[in-house]
């Protein structure tokens, strides 16, 4: 074989090891989520259409409370249906390190924001950063993943 059949070969080859990389990368978002107040756990998952988070238990219910409605949806066909798994984080898409170009809802406002999510310290937490426009204008919350046991 000819040494330039060979560089092109190994060439062709390493293209699928960068991106298997890159694709495990993106799915470490991937699992249950408890969010910053603990009051809530959001699973994130791969869809087609990017990463998404679906609220799956809520403390107040498991306090022996009735589950709380999406009352303040600025959709009022909404508003009667339960918080309790709603996707609240839809289309994250997953770039250098962080995911972004996703939505953030907010059940306790009705208002939808704009979304990244990044690491912070470790694959553990996980900053969730709504904003309007610019990430610059916006707030974080951090997430610590569930150890699932």
Not at 14 to 22: E, P
Not at 95 to 117: F, H, I, M, R, V
Request: hydrophobic residues 35%; glycine residues 10%.
């Amino acid at each position: 074989m000819k040494r330039l059949d060979k560089v092109l070969i190994v060439g062709f080859l390493a293209q699928f090891v960068v991106v298997g990389s890159a694709l495990a990368q993106a799915d470490k978002i991937v699992g249950e989520w408890r969010t910053t107040d603990q009051k809530a756990k959001v699973k994130i998952t791969k869809e087609k259409t990017g990463y998404a988070g679906r609220i799956v238990w809520l403390k107040s219910v498991q306090d022996g409370n009735s589950t709380p409605l999406d009352a303040d949806n600025k959709d009022p066909a909404l508003r009667d249906r339960p918080i309790l798994g709603i996707n609240i984080i839809e289309g994250l898409q997953y770039d250098e390190g962080e995911w972004n170009e996703g939505e953030l809802y907010d059940p306790e406002s009705g208002k939808t924001y704009d979304c990244l999510a990044r690491f912070e310290e470790d694959e553990d937490q996980l900053e969730i950063r709504g904003y309007l426009g610019m990430p610059t204008f916006g707030r974080s919350v951090f997430w610590e993943r569930v150890e699932h046991k």
